[in-house]
């Protein structure tokens, strides 16, 4: 559990991290932009045509920022539950071998160890969809480590999350957008051959 917790972890950091802040440009009139002779500001007394024409014209309207995968999703309570389906389900599926069994950092499911997995892995989704959560693991790299995850394990731990996004109707569009999150992970997780 702890390899596949981390690993989400570090897609959704890395995706967080390369996102483009959200925003648009500011609008600036053309008459307040250096001319092209001299490099020198312009105003309304140097560049009248410009200045008429700019005021003709309304001011381009700013693109409203886009609402965070976070809100979208229904913020920490369907993260919660997409979380909490979605450990249950890969701790029982074999193909991903939850608990590392036979590599060197085995991982001891207890009740504990699972609440904590399942806390910090709302935390990294929480954080890397928009939301205000703040991440308190280990980078994806360091945290799977030693865990020697396959392709195959890592492949299979995302049908699982796949499923459970489906399973909790998380609508195609927010879905597809949680699934390249977490395929943003592979290169950190997956142990290079």
């Known amino acids: 559990m ?4 981390r690993s989400f972890v570090v897609v959704i950091v890395a995706l967080v991290l ?10 600036v009139p053309t008459w ?3 001319s092209a002779g001299n490099g020198a500001e312009a105003d309304a007394t140097t560049q009248p045509a410009a200045a008429a024409e700019t005021a003709a014209k309304p001011p381009a309207k700013k693109k409203e920022p886009e609402t965070p995968l976070y809100d979208r999703l229904g913020g920490e309570k369907t993260i919660a539950a997409l979380v909490d389906d979605f450990v ?4 029982a599926d ?9 590599t060197p950092h085995p991982w001891q499911a207890t ?3 699972v609440e904590l997995f399942k806390g910090r892995l709302v935390e990294f989704l929480g954080t890397a969809t928009g939301g205000p959560q703040k ?3 280990q980078d994806m790299v360091t945290a799977h480590k030693g865990m020697n995850i396959t392709p195959a394990e ?3 731990a995302v049908a699982d999350f796949s499923a459970s996004a489906e399973k909790l109707n998380v609508p195609p569009a927010e879905r597809k957008e949680l699934l390249e999150l977490v395929q943003s992970t592979r290169a950190a997780m997956v142990a290079e051959k």
């Open 2 to 5: 702890r390899m596949t917790y």
């Open 154 to 156: 890592f492949d299979a």
């Open 94 to 102: 074999p193909k991903v071998n939850f608990t590392r069994a036979g």
């Open 32 to 34: 307040l932009k250096p």
């Open 18 to 27: 390369l996102a483009p802040p959200l925003g648009g440009c500011q609008y």
């Open 135 to 137: 991440y308190h693991g």
């Open 88 to 91: 249950n389900t890969a701790a």
């Open 111 to 113: 009740p504990e160890n």
